[in-house]
């Protein structure tokens, strides 16, 4: 079955940490995403890539960094900068052309925690 | 319906009504709207959209409706079903070369009740 695979599902962090988020999709789709939900508020974009080995910042990019090396991957870091990093985090991926590059499919999300 | 703050609306309905959710945006150059359902502890998952050039969209048991003049949207589930039971939530893109650049609501909680 074709789809987004996150892993793992919780995650520990402790102080002055990094540690990394796996996102794989076999969907072929071109566009990644990572976005970031905080409990009781909508997502928020935090990296996209529209192409392997490009990825822009979204909104909240401020302690994070991505790698898009292979079409179907796209890791995120949480960085030791991120000072508050306790969020449930999901993956999405997108076609590219008209009509399909806004419909996200999105993987079961990683609940990352500070110990 | 949906709004900027840390409590989420809630609708609570009995098994076999009609539900409508609200949801207000902001960005008059949006042309783009999704609505997506989140069950606890799962992604969101895609139910329906419509482009700005249309003002209704009928898909299984769901409808969207879009008011452009006052920047609303709207989900209508018929004979709602326990397994409704999520948080929903609408999104806008204004398009242009952002890719997947979703705008999110904040959610209405919608609690089926047998």
């Known amino acids: 079955d074709g789809g987004i695979t996150q892993s793992p599902k919780y995650l520990f962090r402790k102080e002055g940490q990094n540690v990394t988020l796996s996102c794989e999709q076999n969907?072929?789709?071109?566009?990644m995403y990572w976005y970031r939900q905080d409990p009781g508020q909508g997502l928020r974009l935090i990296y996209y890539s529209q192409i392997v080995n490009d990825f822009q910042k979204g909104d909240i990019a401020e302690g994070y960094s991505v790698s898009r090396e292979k079409k179907e991957s796209f890791p995120l870091t949480v960085t030791s900068a991120q000072k508050n990093p306790t969020a449930f985090y999901l993956c999405?991926?997108?076609?590219?052309?008209?009509?399909?590059?806004?419909?996200?499919?999105f993987g079961s999300g990683t609940q990352l925690s500070v110990l | 319906g949906e709004s900027v703050g840390l409590h989420l609306p809630t609708l609570s309905v009995q098994e076999g009504d009609n539900s409508i959710i609200n949801c207000a945006y902001s960005n008059s150059a949006s042309d783009y709207f999704i609505w997506y359902k989140q069950e606890s502890g799962k992604g969101p998952q895609f139910i329906i959209d419509?482009?700005?050039?249309?003002d209704k969209r009928q898909g299984q048991r769901v409808t969207v409706l879009l008011n452009k003049t006052v920047k609303h949207l709207s989900l209508q589930i018929a004979a709602t079903q326990p397994g409704d039971s999520a948080v929903y939530f609408c999104a806008e893109s204004a398009g242009g070369t952002s890719y997947g650049k979703l705008t999110f609501g904040q959610g209405t909680i919608l609690t089926v009740h047998p």
């Open positions: 419509i482009r700005s050039n249309m």
């Open positions: 969907l072929n789709h071109d566009a």
């Open positions: 999405a991926s997108s076609l590219r052309g008209q009509g399909m590059r806004e419909k996200l499919f």
